[in-house]
């Protein structure tokens, strides 16, 4: 007997990504029920092969429901996660709202699964930011090995970081530009076709963004609290995926080649680095995949015991629903919890 899960937001970019990635792989699931808000009942989304109808959040009985998949932004999880995990419920939860929470478990699989125990005094486990869960995906196996004194990082996000609007705002500025259209910005705070825009999400009193302030202590959270991160992240015009360009100093000697050598045995990790023209991921390659990929490794000559390298990764997939399901998976396979359709 499997699980029933409910994905909440299935209609969003992520939503009906994790759709596709638990049928994709294999997870257990007896029932899947896709949740939405009203205006979006009776909207069909797609799990494998099947099409489901998207029934009302807000009336949806979760009291024999094992998983929740929560992709709907930070208010409606707020309201609802709390209840949902009250209901015996486990909520896993994409938005911002409960990773800092210190009751509720901050999980990247590959990182540190081990602390998703602590998911029972919520019965809320938080997935991190997308530009923060590739990151910590290639700093974990080098922090094991040298442990990092600073990480400096640069990010090139994708427009779906913004959900399909801003996907469908590059698209449609994209097009109003070749036919000499006026370029109008709504969801972004300037043009994103054929620009570049230095702020996401809004700012902080220091001058930084919340994205930035995101990375910085979501790293703290999951991997040291010791390690010192600055962060500028950049909006991109690209569809999917997100680069960054990441400046890494140890505390013990580790070389490039040495760093190259720990990646490629690494979980979650491809490594793309042939220095020569094309021999590195871009974002394009990196869509629709589940593998971080790591390129351009290289010692940097002007701090003792630093590296650089550029990090991709599908930011839909490990940086939010491939991450999310990842977590669901821990909880089945370390017997976690128990599906309470075999439990009654």
């Known amino acids: 007997m499997g699980y029933k899960v409910a994905v909440v937001g299935a209609t969003g970019n992520v939503g009906r990504e994790i759709l596709a990635i638990l049928d994709e792989r294999g997870f257990p699931a007896d029932e899947v029920v896709a949740l939405a808000s009203r205006k979006s009942q009776g909207v ?4 494998g092969d099947k099409t489901l109808k998207v029934k009302a959040l807000d009336t949806y009985d979760f009291s024999d429901t094992d998983i929740c998949l929560m992709s709907a932004g930070g208010a409606v999880s707020k309201e609802w996660s709390p209840k949902i995990g009250a209901a015996g419920c486990v909520v896993i939860d994409n938005s911002s ?3 800092m929470d210190p ?11 081990d602390a998703i125990v602590g998911f029972t005094k919520k019965n809320i486990i938080a997935n991190p930011n997308c530009s923060t869960a590739q990151l910590v995906v290639a700093l974990k196996p080098l922090h094991d090995a040298a442990t990092i004194k600073r990480v400096v990082v640069s990010t090139y996000q994708s427009v779906s970081g913004a959900g399909k609007e801003g996907m469908d705002e590059l698209f449609s500025q994209t097009r109003a530009i070749f036919v000499s259209d006026p370029v109008e910005p709504k969801k ?8 570049l825009i230095p702020q996401i999400d809004v700012f902080l009193d220091d001058g930084s ?5 995101k990375m910085v202590v979501e790293t703290k959270k999951i991997l040291d609290p010791k390690i010192k991160l600055t962060a500028t992240c950049v909006r991109v015009p690209v569809f999917i995926s997100h680069s960054e360009a990441v400046n890494v100093e140890f505390e ?13 045995e690494a979980p979650g990790i491809l490594v793309i680095d042939t220095r020569e ?3 590195y991921a871009t974002p394009h390659e990196a ?12 010692d940097d000559p002007t701090v003792e015991n630093a590296i650089n390298f550029w990090c991709v990764s599908d930011n839909l997939r490990k940086g939010a629903a491939l991450n999310a399901v990842q977590i669901a998976e821990v909880l089945v396979n370390r017997k976690l919890i128990t599906a309470r359709s075999k439990a009654a």
């Open 209 to 213: 963004t919340k994205e930035e302030w």
């Open 252 to 264: 013990r000697e580790l070389s490039a080649e040495d760093a190259r050598k720990i990646l490629r």
């Open 97 to 99: 709202q409960w990773r």
């Open 287 to 298: 869509a629709g995949e589940d593998a971080t990929y790591i390129s351009r490794l290289r």
């Open 44 to 47: 069909e989304v797609s799990y």
């Open 188 to 195: 972004f705070p300037k043009r994103i076709a054929f620009n």
């Open 277 to 279: 023209p094309g021999g």
């Open 103 to 113: 009751d509720v478990p901050l999980i990247v699989p590959e990182v540190n699964a």
